[in-house]
């Protein structure tokens, strides 16, 4: 079973053309001798793998992955070539190379998992068992692209089971938009059949290879059915006008509350058929046996396969590293030399709970925003003088951000101390080019004890501590009061280590409004850098007000570091209503003239 993860890792580049095999030269494999023996099947199953995005390589972009960082109130990247500078900005369009390179990445893997399920029973030594685990391996990857453009571009196009010729002309075939029902209700569907068909997806496989299993199928449906249920997707009559070919809405224009019922339903599914026998919070306790709440909350991203993760995309890291890492002018080791250009916007910094968990602007916080304070933070091993806005922060917040003045992480080579301000290590002066634009620096998911040129580690993609976040706020929609909602949420804060809802020192939220607001900036600090909030934003109908307008940090320019600490504007950024869906690439458009466009664009 390991060959499929040798092809899946030699074959990530393999994408220049619409199937892995398309326009085959003569010199290479016949389109039949492909799918004749099972090394070459397996081949082809690993170039359809190759289409999952890998996130570590936002800063180019490569990889398949996505701005959704930076290109989110989380974020802001240094770097001017950075496409989610752009997108803040509101400088893209249909024609945005961008745009077409992510839509194609995914209708591409879509094409040829198509081409694989129609003609993966012409293997003549794969036996029976083979052919269907490959089969529902195809059909899930199938789906999680159709989830993946879903989520971007909203009511996309379903090309159906059979699979498209690389010479058929698109406009000929009819090929129109679905509706976000139909495109959610098909997701579904393929991941229900293929979970009845392979009810047991675990392929008698180690759990380190890449491979799909089935609690990657249940997550993605649940995602889908989260997204479907949305205000985005549910009953979004800022969307009257938009409608298909035959005048027929393309998003709900009726709010369903059953839709969150059956998103609910969903989660609660994959917790009692995988809580706690398979997975749970991943945490780490002190010799004493106590819970170490930074080191839960940091280590869950870096260790390997924990039992929070349910699916890790294998390998890579080093770009995403590099710029996580402080610049560091003078240190010793090369590792600890980075570019620290992925900036933490304060609005993300001022989403941070107190050590009390309440929120900075409530009245019972102990907040204080100017001055400094002698604190000691959890990583460190001696109180350091600290700006008391960074002091007495939540556990997270140590675990995720770099501020002026901080430890770093590694100290193999001596102690280094960040300095991001003007004159200091990590400041403008000393990395040019290289440093951070607000004076913060995203921390989560640095590999401790390594080096940035780190690569031997995992990418989480999706973890139960997600899922509980969805299941409690799809719960609070349909069913405000249940009881789960409560309990999966303080689940969360436990192993932050923060104080639960409903206890002595933190009132339960009194209403479902209330709730609402409570699961939101849970999910704002949990998921943190995970590429959640650019999509939670949206669906919410809430990025028009948070991802539009001035964006702040620290005083990088200030030729003082006592300047340094004065909040300034960094960045006014735009959010326009049609920045909701992406555009339809305009090359799509251009093949095909009867494609209807999303709404602005």
Not at 216 to 242: C, I, Q, R
Not at 421 to 437: K, L, M, Q, V
């Given at each position: 079973?390991?060959?499929?993860?040798?092809?899946?890792?030699?074959?990530?580049?393999?994408?220049?053309?619409?199937?892995?095999?398309?326009?085959?030269?003569?010199?290479?494999?016949?389109?039949?001798?492909?799918?004749?023996?099972?090394?070459?099947?397996?081949?082809?199953?690993?170039?359809?793998?190759?289409?999952?995005?890998?996130?570590?390589?936002?800063?180019?972009?490569?990889?398949?992955?996505?701005?959704?960082?930076?290109?989110?109130?989380?974020?802001?990247?240094?770097?001017?070539?950075?496409?989610?500078?752009?997108?803040?900005?509101?400088?893209?369009?249909?024609?945005?190379?961008?745009?077409?390179?992510?839509?194609?990445?995914?209708?591409?893997?879509?094409?040829?998992?198509?081409?694989?399920?129609?003609?993966?029973?012409?293997?003549?030594?794969?036996?029976?068992?083979?052919?269907?685990?490959?089969?529902?391996?195809?059909?899930?990857?199938?789906?999680?692209?159709?989830?993946?453009?879903?989520?971007?571009?909203?009511?996309?196009?379903?090309?159906?089971?059979?699979?498209?010729?690389?010479?058929?002309?698109?406009?000929?075939?009819?090929?129109?938009?679905?509706?976000?029902?139909?495109?959610?209700?098909?997701?579904?569907?393929?991941?229900?059949?293929?979970?009845?068909?392979?009810?047991?997806?675990?392929?008698?496989?180690?759990?380190?290879?890449?491979?799909?299993?089935?609690?990657?199928?249940?997550?993605?449906?649940?995602?889908?059915?989260?997204?479907?249920?949305?205000?985005?997707?549910?009953?979004?009559?800022?969307?009257?006008?938009?409608?298909?070919?035959?005048?027929?809405?393309l998003i709900a224009q009726v709010y369903d509350q059953q839709k969150w019922k059956a998103a609910a339903d969903a989660c609660k599914d994959f917790i009692d058929t995988y809580v706690p026998t398979r997975?749970?919070?991943?945490?780490?306790?002190?010799?004493?046996?106590?819970?170490?709440?930074?080191?839960?909350?940091?280590?869950?991203?870096?260790?390997?396969?924990?039992?929070?993760?349910?699916?890790?995309?294998?390998?890579?890291?080093?770009?995403?590293?590099?710029?996580?890492?402080?610049?560091?002018?003078?240190?010793?080791?090369?590792?600890?030399?980075?570019?620290?250009?992925?900036?933490?916007?304060?609005?993300?910094?001022?989403?941070?709970?107190?050590?009390?968990?309440?929120?900075?602007?409530?009245?019972?916080?102990?907040?204080?925003?100017?001055?400094?304070?002698?604190?000691?933070?959890?990583?460190?091993?001696?109180?350091?003088?600290?700006?008391?806005?960074?002091?007495?922060?939540?556990?997270?917040?140590?675990?995720?951000?770099?501020?002026?003045?901080?430890?770093?992480?590694?100290?193999?080579?001596?102690?280094?101390?960040?300095?991001?301000?003007?004159?200091?290590?990590?400041?403008?002066?000393?990395?040019?080019?290289?440093?951070?634009?607000?004076?913060?620096?995203?921390?989560?998911?640095?590999?401790?004890?390594?080096?940035?040129?780190?690569?031997?580690?995992?990418?989480?993609?999706?973890?139960?501590?997600?899922?509980?976040?969805?299941y409690v706020e799809a719960l609070n929609e349909y069913d405000p009061g249940n009881p789960d909602i409560l309990l999966y949420l303080n689940r969360i804060r436990t192993r932050a280590g923060v104080p639960?809802?409903?206890?002595?020192?933190?009132?339960?939220?009194?209403?479902?409004?209330?709730?609402?607001?409570?699961?939101?900036?849970?999910?704002?600090?949990?998921?943190?850098?995970?590429?959640?909030?650019?999509?939670?934003?949206?669906?919410?109908?809430?990025?028009?007000?948070?991802?539009?307008?001035?964006?702040?940090?620290?005083?990088?320019?200030?030729?003082?570091?006592?300047?340094?600490?004065?909040?300034?504007?960094?960045?006014?950024?735009?959010?326009?209503?049609?920045?909701?869906?992406?555009?339809?690439?305009?090359?799509?458009?251009?093949?095909?003239?009867?494609l209807i466009q999303n709404p602005g664009w």
């Amino acid at each position: 079973m390991k060959k499929l993860f040798i092809a899946f890792t030699s074959l990530i580049l393999l994408s220049c053309n619409n199937d892995f095999l398309d326009q085959v030269p003569d010199d290479r494999l016949t389109f039949e001798d492909t799918f004749n023996k099972k090394n070459t099947v397996q081949q082809y199953l690993a170039n359809i793998y190759s289409r999952i995005p890998n996130e570590f390589q936002q800063r180019s972009l490569g990889a398949n992955s996505g701005p959704w960082i930076a290109g989110s109130d989380e974020g802001e990247y240094v770097f001017n070539s950075n496409f989610a500078n752009r997108l803040n900005t509101g400088d893209w369009n249909a024609t945005s190379f961008e745009v077409s390179r992510l839509w194609t990445n995914f209708y591409r893997g879509i094409r040829a998992a198509s081409t694989f399920i129609a003609n993966v029973e012409k293997c003549q030594d794969c036996t029976p068992e083979d052919i269907l685990q490959y089969t529902t391996e195809a059909r899930v990857l199938r789906a999680f692209y159709y989830y993946n453009l879903m989520r971007t571009w909203g009511p996309v196009i379903l090309l159906g089971d059979s699979p498209i010729p690389p010479d058929a002309n698109l406009d000929e075939l009819g090929l129109k938009r679905n509706s976000i029902d139909e495109v959610s209700a098909y997701i579904v569907s393929e991941i229900d059949l293929a979970l009845q068909a392979y009810p047991d997806i675990r392929f008698e496989i180690t759990s380190d290879d890449g491979r799909l299993q089935a609690p990657f199928a249940m997550f993605v449906k649940e995602k889908t059915l989260l997204f479907a249920a949305s205000p985005l997707f549910n009953g979004n009559t800022d969307y009257a006008d938009f409608v298909g070919q035959d005048g027929e809405n393309l998003i709900a224009q009726v709010y369903d509350q059953q839709k969150w019922k059956a998103a609910a339903d969903a989660c609660k599914d994959f917790i009692d058929t995988y809580v706690p026998t398979r997975f749970s919070l991943f945490t780490v306790q002190n010799d004493d046996g106590s819970l170490n709440p930074y080191l839960s909350v940091r280590d869950v991203m870096i260790t390997d396969y924990n039992e929070e993760i349910i699916y890790a995309r294998p390998r890579g890291g080093q770009l995403y590293h590099y710029d996580i890492t402080p610049y560091h002018l003078g240190a010793a080791d090369p590792g600890n030399r980075g570019a620290g250009g992925l900036a933490v916007t304060q609005e993300a910094v001022d989403g941070f709970f107190t050590s009390n968990g309440r929120s900075i602007d409530d009245p019972q916080a102990n907040y204080v925003e100017d001055g400094f304070s002698n604190f000691q933070a959890p990583y460190d091993f001696t109180p350091r003088t600290t700006y008391n806005q960074w002091a007495n922060r939540e556990p997270r917040f140590y675990a995720c951000v770099t501020y002026n003045g901080s430890l770093w992480l590694n100290r193999g080579s001596g102690d280094l101390i960040t300095k991001t301000w003007y004159e200091g290590n990590s400041g403008r002066r000393a990395g040019t080019n290289d440093y951070s634009p607000t004076g913060y620096i995203v921390r989560k998911n640095f590999p401790v004890g390594q080096g940035w040129p780190f690569s031997d580690r995992t990418f989480p993609m999706m973890r139960l501590a997600e899922l509980y976040l969805d299941y409690v706020e799809a719960l609070n929609e349909y069913d405000p009061g249940n009881p789960d909602i409560l309990l999966y949420l303080n689940r969360i804060r436990t192993r932050a280590g923060v104080p639960l809802y409903g206890s002595t020192s933190l009132a339960a939220p009194a209403n479902q409004t209330a709730m609402r607001e409570a699961i939101r900036k849970e999910r704002r600090v949990e998921l943190f850098a995970e590429n959640a909030r650019y999509f939670d934003v949206r669906r919410w109908k809430i990025a028009d007000e948070v991802l539009d307008g001035p964006f702040h940090g620290m005083d990088i320019n200030a030729r003082n570091e006592a300047d340094f600490y004065n909040r300034v504007v960094f960045e006014t950024r735009v959010f326009r209503p049609q920045d909701y869906l992406w555009p339809i690439p305009q090359d799509e458009l251009n093949a095909n003239p009867s494609l209807i466009q999303n709404p602005g664009w």
